[in-house]
């Protein structure tokens, strides 16, 4: 598993979520789900976040919320002035957990 914090872009790490959820594990750490919740804004439906060091495998939600990322990073670098607003997690009210299987260590090799 790639150590993303740190080392690649947004756009980078969005292009690297994108491909790594069509993996037959799917696996991403906690930390990697985190950063993309915050690049996709915190969409309606998802939970505000998951603990940085475990592990999940995650395929249609990851897939969901590259796409919410996709279009954020797109509105982001074409508009003139760029709205900060971002909704807090107080507004995730009602949110749902996210329907993927929970792993408790990293990947075996």
């Given at each position: 598993?790639?150590?993303?914090?740190?080392?690649m872009t947004d756009r980078e790490f969005i292009g690297y979520c994108a491909t790594h959820c069509k993996s037959e594990r799917?696996?991403?750490?906690?930390r990697d789900v985190n950063r993309m919740l915050r690049l996709a804004g915190h969409p309606n439906g998802f939970v505000a976040g998951v603990p940085d060091?475990?592990?999940?495998s995650l395929?249609?939600?990851?897939?969901?919320?590259?796409?919410?990322?996709?279009?954020?990073?797109?509105?982001r670098s074409s508009?003139?002035?760029?709205?900060?607003?971002?909704?807090?997690?107080a507004s995730q009210k009602g949110a749902v957990v996210l329907p993927f299987?929970?792993?408790?260590?990293?990947?075996s090799m």
């Open positions: 598993m790639a150590d993303t914090e740190g080392t799917a696996l991403f750490v906690g060091g475990e592990w999940f395929h249609e939600p990851m897939e969901e919320l590259v796409r919410h990322a996709e279009r954020r990073l797109v509105q508009a003139l002035v760029i709205d900060h607003h971002v909704e807090s997690s299987r929970k792993k408790s260590a990293g990947p």
